[in-house]
């Protein structure tokens, strides 16, 4: 699959286009949009050989920092990639995120991973 197709499932999810039950919609939408923020970091250091199977996101975040001239992108990445971590690794014993909580998180994947886009103008790599 394609970053945009993993982001489009996601969004289809949300919309209740799914015969998941609902908890797992919203485990499973943020699965495939962190999913998505992980193939698009892997595309934007290819050219620069990093292999990302040699190295953790959080240095693979690093690494992305490099290549852009707004070093923002790759901070807002690393949150989202928390927060949607966090999603998807949801224990009973804290409040649920719910629907909006999700679809909010996969908006702002959707526009990190454009801004990341190894074609984005703010690239100096």
């Given at each position: 699959?394609t970053?945009?197709?993993l ?21 499973a ?7 998505a ?8 250091l290819s050219p620069?050989g990093?292999?990302p ?14 290549t852009?001239s707004?070093?923002s ?5 690393a949150?989202?990639?928390a927060?949607?971590s966090?999603?998807?690794h ?5 409040i649920?995120?719910n ?9 702002r994947?959707?526009?990190?991973v454009?801004?990341l886009?190894?074609n984005?103008?703010?690239?100096d790599?």
């Amino acid at each position: 699959m394609t970053v945009e197709a993993l982001l489009a499932s996601a969004e289809a999810m949300l919309a209740g286009k799914s015969n998941l039950r609902q908890t797992s919609i919203e485990r499973a939408a943020a699965l495939l949009a962190r999913q998505a923020l992980e193939m698009r970091v892997a595309e934007r250091l290819s050219p620069h050989g990093l292999d990302p199977a040699t190295a953790s996101f959080t240095a693979q975040l690093l690494c992305v920092q490099g290549t852009m001239s707004d070093k923002s992108v790759p901070r807002r990445a690393a949150n989202l990639w928390a927060s949607l971590s966090s999603m998807v690794h949801h224990v009973g014993y804290e409040i649920s995120p719910n629907g909006e909580d999700i679809a909010g998180l996969v908006r702002r994947t959707i526009r990190v991973v454009e801004e990341l886009s190894p074609n984005a103008s703010k690239c100096d790599g």
